[in-house]
Nanobody, 127 residues
Framework: EVQLQASGGGLVQAGGSLRLSCAAH????????MSWFRQAPGKEREAIAC????????DYAESVKGRFIISSDSTKTTVYLQMNSLKPEDAANYYC????????????????????WGQGTLVTVSS
């Protein structure tokens, strides 16, 4: 059974940090690119960070570039999102998703191309 289990969300003050984790099970992790998405109330879901598990290539949305870092650990089949210098506008439900590595995922990759999605983990940022 394919599972993407996101965790690590919570309440943090503006300027603080959180690290999200997404544990993947049931598929060949190294054959996929992994991405983090977020969706705030009343807004569309947006991709914010992508990583090629195979070669470590990353891509970031401008809104998080320089503050967030995506990484992956193939031995643990887990992808991480280190979020630093958090702002109130970063508050959202954060989701991880997997897309075939053949597509070389970027933040602009069509969301319908993603084949596996995890449940959200909520990040709240207080000002």
């Amino acid at each position: 059974e394919v599972q993407l289990q996101a965790s690590g969300g919570g309440l943090v003050q503006a300027g603080g940090s959180l690290r999200l984790s997404c544990a993947a099970h049931g598929f060949t992790f190294d054959d996929f690119d992994m991405s983090w998405f977020r969706q705030a109330p009343g807004k569309e879901r947006e991709a914010i960070a992508c990583i090629s598990v195979n070669d470590g290539t990353t891509d970031y949305a401008e809104s998080v570039k320089g503050r967030f870092i995506i990484s992956s650990d193939s031995t643990k089949t887990t992808v991480y999102l280190q979020m630093n210098s958090l702002k109130p506008e970063d508050a959202a439900n954060y989701y991880c998703a997997a897309v075939s590595g053949i597509l070389s995922a970027e933040v602009g990759t069509t969301q319908s191309d993603y084949v596996y999605w995890g449940q959200g983990t909520l990040v709240t940022v207080s000002s």
